[in-house]
Structure formats: structure tokens, C-alpha cells
């Protein structure tokens, strides 16, 4: 089992920015073959992903965040980060990281196995 844990959420103001970050469990995460995402769930939607990113360092966006978001590894591999600039109300939402072991940057949510918690994301206008 891989426990992820995400933290960054917070409160903004429309145009403004923030960095989230998700650990991996250091003793359970030894894949080799890897894809995490980072996916979001707005009080009464579905959730969707936003971004991904895999081991070859292929990345996918939305089309609601391509050119704001940005998705990254950290220096040790079970680190993963996004991005969040020109934020906007309507990204406001709980995002989540989820990681699975196959390559791909899918962003569907049925293509992960490993899930956090989450983290709140307010942006205000």
C-alpha cells in the first residue's frame, strides 16, 4: 500500500498562485514504472484530472489549466509538485494526488490506485 500525502492548499485571491506538493511513502514507493497525477472535485462534480506526469517525465494537462498549471518531480522520485499560477474561482476545489505503477500520464481517474486525502484550494475573486 502507498499512502500519499498532499499540502499547499490555502486560500488565494483570483490571479494569485500556489505550489502543491504530495509524498509518497518512502518505504512502500519502489516503483520502477510510475504515473502520478494530480487530479480536483468541486462540490458537486466529478472529479477530473488536471495533470500528470510519468516516470519518462511525459506530462498531460487539462485544457482548463494547459498554461498555468505545471507538473513536476521532486529531486527524489517520490515527490510530486504542481504548479498553480493566474489562478481563477473556478479552480477553487479539493485536489488530490494519486499514483499508480504503469507509465502513461493518463488523466483518468479509474487509471489510478493510490490516493491522498487531499488538499483544499480556495481562490477567491
Known amino acids: 500500500q502507498v499512502s500519499l500525502v498532499e499540502s499547499g492548499g490555502g486560500s488565494v485571491q483570483s490571479g494569485g498562485s500556489l505550489r502543491l506538493s504530495c509524498a509518497a511513502s518512502?518505504?512502500?514507493?519502489?516503483?520502477?514504472?510510475?504515473?502520478m497525477g494530480w487530479f480536483r472535485q468541486a462540490p458537486g462534480k466529478e472529479r477530473e484530472g488536471i495533470a500528470a506526469?510519468?516516470?519518462?517525465?511525459?506530462?498531460n494537462y487539462a485544457d482548463s489549466v494547459k498554461g498555468r498549471f505545471f507538473v513536476s518531480h521532486g529531486k527524489v522520485k517520490n515527490m510530486l509538485y504542481l504548479q498553480m499560477n493566474s489562478l481563477k474561482p473556478e479552480d477553487t476545489a479539493m485536489y488530490y494526488c494519486?499514483?499508480?505503477?504503469?507509465?502513461?500520464?493518463?488523466?483518468?481517474?479509474?487509471?489510478?490506485?493510490?490516493w491522498g486525502q487531499g488538499t483544499q484550494v480556495t481562490v477567491s475573486s
Open positions: 506526469i510519468d516516470t519518462d517525465s511525459v506530462t
Open positions: 518512502v518505504y512502500t514507493w519502489n516503483y520502477r514504472s510510475y504515473r
Open positions: 494519486a499514483a499508480d505503477s504503469v507509465v502513461g500520464a493518463s488523466l483518468t481517474v479509474r487509471h489510478y490506485i493510490h
